[in-house]
């Protein structure tokens, strides 16, 4: 194929050869290393969390209590409150 004439965006690619810039350290990757940052309300849930840890799943001074009472037999329940209660059970799984 053969181009008649002078083409200006052809002809200037071809003038450009040779002109390359050379590389500077202003363009070097610097790493850093990762950073963590947590918003107000993770601050307040993280510190929650952390005290609801330290709160024991068993308050053993009632447990304690209740098998005294158990074992001297001076706990009983009524028989209507345990007869109310299996009904609300009952009609909660119906």
Do not use: Q
Not at 26 to 44: F, I, Q
Not at 72 to 84: C, F, I, N, R, T
Request: zero cysteines.
């Amino acid at each position: 194929m053969k181009i008649w004439g002078d083409i200006p965006k052809v002809t200037g690619i071809y003038g450009n050869v040779g002109k390359t810039e050379k590389l500077s350290g202003r363009n070097t990757v610097v790493s850093r290393k990762d950073e963590l940052t947590l918003s107000g309300p993770a601050k307040d849930f993280s510190v929650v969390m952390k005290a609801l840890r330290d709160v024991p799943d068993i308050r053993k001074d009632k447990v304690e209590a209740l098998s005294e009472k158990i074992g001297k037999g001076e706990y009983s329940v009524p028989a209507e409150d345990v007869a109310a209660r299996i009904m609300e059970m009952m009609i909660k799984k119906i």
